[in-house]
């Protein structure tokens, strides 16, 4: 483990192990609902962890002659894996709420409130350790989204833990647990739609007119066709395209128009891997779409 995230997910794997154990105690003990959820929501982190890191290690490894693009989408994999599993999690929990709301037992608020509190620390501490790599890794940011929905069910506990020591009111810990699972829910549906339209190479909203418009700029092109825009992974858009030229355009140009194409679609799409097929009267009146769907 030499680079620095390989090390921050082996930290946060022990760090929730070490949580859910202690979860799954003070759950059973206490008679606290909302707090055994935290356990198995942790339990299921556990392995998004483990996943998560085992995908990471899987995408480091350099492309060959039988994975040509390489193993990036391993992550993206993963990322969709945790999302899916963490809905069907929240899905469970609910559920749960609901039969214990018909069923209402006594609650140790005070043991509920102590295990809460260990476990919102531990997990704002895995928080921090993956928030720095978050925002530009769709795998580690699902991981991230497990801590943050920890932290949120753990609050959740505390306060339903206040409220049945305070006033006794014994149904707010599974209607914490409903408010919680919603708002996780919510997030898993945001990663799984991503995640998918990354797998499905979908477009990631990038405007093909203006593409056309940018490319067409140049004096030795005439027009574009059968345009392919797609999100390899988290931060790799690749194109590609037949482009019509200049009949009269010589062999010698087109390195220099090439490197032309690629400077405006890195800097106005941030396209970073692009293939041109070259064209002179072949599919001339082509559309930008081979079939003319869902065209902007």
């Known amino acids: 483990m030499k680079d620095k ?81 963490l809905l069907a999690m929240t899905v469970y929990l609910v559920i749960e709420a609901f039969e214990r709301l018909n069923d209402q037992v006594t609650i140790d608020g005070e043991l509920m409130l102590i295990i809460a509190v260990i476990g919102l620390i531990a997990n704002f501490i895995s928080m921090l350790i993956m928030h720095q790599h978050s925002k530009d890794n769709v795998n580690i940011k699902s991981v991230f989204l497990h801590m943050l929905s920890d932290a949120l069910s753990s609050i959740g506990v505390i306060i339903a833990a206040i409220l049945i020591n305070v006033y006794h009111i014994m149904w707010v810990d599974a209607a914490i647990t409903v408010i919680v699972s919603v708002v996780l829910a919510y997030e898993a549906i945001k990663i799984l739609k991503n995640t998918l339209n990354i797998l499905m190479e979908s477009n990631p909203d990038i405007d093909l007119k203006k593409v056309e418009s940018d490319l067409c700029q140049f004096e030795l092109i005439n027009t574009i066709h059968h345009v392919h825009v797609w999100q390899f992974s ?3 858009i690749m194109l ?10 010589k062999v010698s140009q087109l390195d220099g128009l090439y490197d032309q194409i690629n400077r405006v679609l890195k800097q106005n799409f941030g396209i970073s891997h692009v293939t041109i097929q070259v064209e002179s009267a072949r599919g001339l009146n082509e559309k930008i779409i081979p079939h003319g769907e869902n065209e902007k």
């Open 240 to 249: 590609d395209a037949h482009v019509n030229v200049n009949p009269k355009i």
């Open 5 to 85: 995230v390989s090390k921050n997910f082996f930290g946060v794997a022990i760090l929730n192990v070490i949580i859910t154990l202690a979860e799954f105690i003070g759950g059973f003990m206490s008679g606290s609902l909302a707090l055994l959820s935290d356990a198995v929501h942790n339990l299921g982190d556990v392995g998004a962890i483990i996943l998560s890191f085992v995908a990471h290690l899987v995408g480091k490894k350099k492309q060959n002659s039988n994975k040509t693009f390489g193993y990036k989408r391993a992550e993206i994999i993963a990322a969709f894996v945790n999302a899916f599993i």
């Open 234 to 236: 988290d931060s790799e």
